[in-house]
């Protein structure tokens, strides 16, 4: 198990399974880290974007990054909520990841109720199994919201941020109920409040190993 000095942090490997999972589960997160680390060299891997969807991946990713000045990001074409029976395709993917070699991986929570989201958090395990990997959360209907047990405090500002973006590029999904500004902050605070955050806002990961370094 590598373990992490986050002050030094330099690869981060960021996977989602649709265009706005990353925004939503860790874009507070990843603002917080190329704030503080304008050297961060960022790969973010969006395994399924169907249509116009791809480019609001694509142009919501290149907001997210705006501060890396090493930030690569891929758009995939895997078929929307059949990972389970393209798993052998998408394992053969991860591999090619190995070559970034990230000091982190964020992806899924593995309990989390889409079948695409525990696709590609069992197949970041079995890929990167010498890795720090924080599983974000996505609120939704299916109400799996878990107890998380890795907290980071963002600023009120980065989380409006990652609203604010998430509701400019995502135009396909503003029709859906859930998405809201008044959601995107809803979680962070009760996680803030959850973790004592000194901001009051934190997004929370689940961590099945940490090694303290």
Same mark, same amino acid.
């Given at each position: 198990?590598?373990?992490?000095?986050?002050? %030094?942090?330099?690869?981060?490997?960021?996977?989602?399974? /649709?265009?706005? #999972?990353?925004?939503?589960?860790?874009?507070?997160?990843?603002?917080?880290?190329?704030?503080?680390?304008?050297?961060?060299?960022?790969?973010?891997?969006?395994?399924?974007?169907?249509?116009?969807? @791809? %480019?609001?991946?694509? $142009?919501?990713?290149?907001?997210?990054?705006?501060?890396?000045?090493?930030?690569?990001?891929?758009?995939?074409?895997?078929?929307?909520?059949?990972? !389970?029976?393209?798993?052998? &395709? *998408?394992?053969?993917?991860?591999?090619?990841? =190995?070559?970034? +070699?990230?000091?982190?991986?964020?992806?899924?929570?593995?309990?989390?109720? /889409? +079948?695409?989201?525990?696709?590609?958090?069992?197949? @970041?395990?079995?890929?990167?199994?010498?890795?720090? *990997?924080?599983?974000?959360? *996505?609120?939704?209907? #299916?109400?799996?919201?878990?107890? !998380?047990?890795?907290?980071?405090?963002?600023?009120? @500002? /980065?989380?409006?941020?990652?609203?604010?973006?998430?509701? =400019?590029?995502? =135009?396909? +999904?503003?029709?859906?109920?859930?998405?809201?500004?008044?959601?995107?902050? %809803?979680?962070? $605070?009760?996680?803030?409040?959850?973790? @004592?955050?000194?901001?009051?806002? &934190?997004? &929370?990961?689940? %961590?099945? =190993?940490?090694?303290?370094?």
């Amino acid at each position: 198990m590598q373990s992490l000095d986050f002050r %030094a942090l330099k690869r981060v490997l960021c996977v989602g399974a /649709h265009s706005d #999972d990353i925004e939503i589960g860790c874009g507070g997160t990843l603002l917080k880290l190329l704030e503080e680390h304008r050297r961060l060299e960022i790969l973010w891997v969006v395994f399924s974007a169907e249509g116009s969807r @791809a %480019a609001e991946a694509r $142009r919501s990713a290149k907001d997210f990054l705006r501060r890396s000045p090493r930030s690569r990001v891929l758009v995939e074409q895997f078929r929307g909520s059949f990972f !389970p029976s393209q798993s052998e &395709a *998408i394992k053969e993917f991860f591999e090619t990841l =190995k070559s970034f +070699q990230p000091e982190v991986v964020f992806t899924h929570y593995r309990d989390d109720r /889409h +079948q695409d989201h525990r696709v590609l958090s069992d197949l @970041a395990w079995n890929t990167f199994r010498n890795h720090v *990997i924080l599983e974000y959360e *996505i609120p939704k209907y #299916d109400g799996d919201i878990g107890q !998380p047990n890795f907290f980071v405090p963002v600023s009120e @500002a /980065h989380l409006r941020r990652k609203s604010a973006l998430l509701l =400019k590029h995502f =135009k396909t +999904q503003r029709g859906r109920h859930w998405f809201t500004d008044d959601l995107f902050l %809803a979680l962070p $605070r009760l996680r803030g409040m959850e973790s @004592a955050s000194p901001t009051r806002y &934190a997004e &929370a990961f689940y %961590a099945r =190993k940490l090694v303290w370094s």
